[in-house]
């Protein structure tokens, strides 16, 4: 059984650009959810996806955005990067069909730098 | 708005020394409540699941406990020693799967 990764692990970019980020769920697992912790703080929901559709979204503006494939991997597109966008963005991977008892498991994160 | 939070913010203890850590959430209406370790820079690692329906829950030298009307949790590590130095998160999952987490306390073990 595979666990949550992410790719890439670390990256820096500059204000106004865009940045993807790629999360492949646990083997098994259909819901992916990501979340954005900055530095010294707990992680902040952004949006969930189930079925290739967002079914859940945080306090985020419409420039993060996200995709769902058909093998439940996920994308994070974050669009006109600000400076307070630098944080660790975990994705987290669970059971649709456990409904909402089910655990979340985390990946490892991309720590992204905006310069 | 749930809001969960954690006190103390850090901890630091002699080796051997059993922690306490407290978790406190404003919403009782969760589906479960769950313990992670953090390590510097590093993803989240699960620790421990309660279900609202639980009491506590026991892994090794963790235990978890659950008061769901009072709206707390405590985490308990019996013996500590330095490699459970970590930040430790607790978040609590209402509708929606989503998860709400505190600010994590973070533990240090002196040698």
């Known amino acids: 059984e595979t666990g949550v990764t992410q790719s890439p692990t670390h990256l820096i970019k500059t204000r106004g650009q865009q940045v993807t980020l790629r999360c492949s769920s646990q083997?098994?697992?259909?819901?992916v959810s990501w979340y954005q912790q900055a530095l010294g703080q707990g992680p902040q929901f952004i949006f969930q996806?189930?079925?290739?559709?967002?079914?859940g979204r945080g306090n985020f503006p419409p420039r993060f955005s996200g995709l769902q494939f058909p093998n439940y991997s996920s994308e994070l597109n974050v669009n006109a990067l600000e400076l307070d966008d630098s944080a660790l963005y975990l994705c987290?991977?669970?059971?649709?069909?456990?409904?909402?008892?089910?655990?979340?498991?985390f990946g490892e994160g991309s720590r992204l730098t905006v310069l | 708005k749930q809001e969960v939070t954690q006190i103390p913010a850090a901890l630091s203890v002699p080796e051997g020394e059993n922690l306490v850590l407290n978790c406190s959430f404003t919403d009782s209406a969760i589906y479960n409540l769950q313990w992670f370790r953090q390590d510097p820079g590093k993803g989240l690692t699960s620790l421990l699941l309660i279900q609202s329906s639980q009491r506590e829950q026991t892994s090794g030298r963790l235990n978890a406990s659950l008061d769901k009307s009072s709206g707390r949790s405590t985490l308990y590590i019996a013996a500590s020693q330095p490699g459970d130095s970590a930040t430790y998160l607790c978040?609590?999952?209402?509708?929606?799967?989503?998860?709400?987490f505190g600010g994590g306390t973070r533990v240090l073990v002196k040698p």
């Open positions: 987290a991977s669970s059971d649709a069909g456990l409904a909402n008892t089910g655990e979340l498991f």
């Open positions: 083997s098994g697992h259909n819901t």
């Open positions: 996806y189930y079925r290739e559709e967002e079914n």
């Open positions: 978040a609590v999952k209402a509708a929606g799967n989503k998860l709400t």
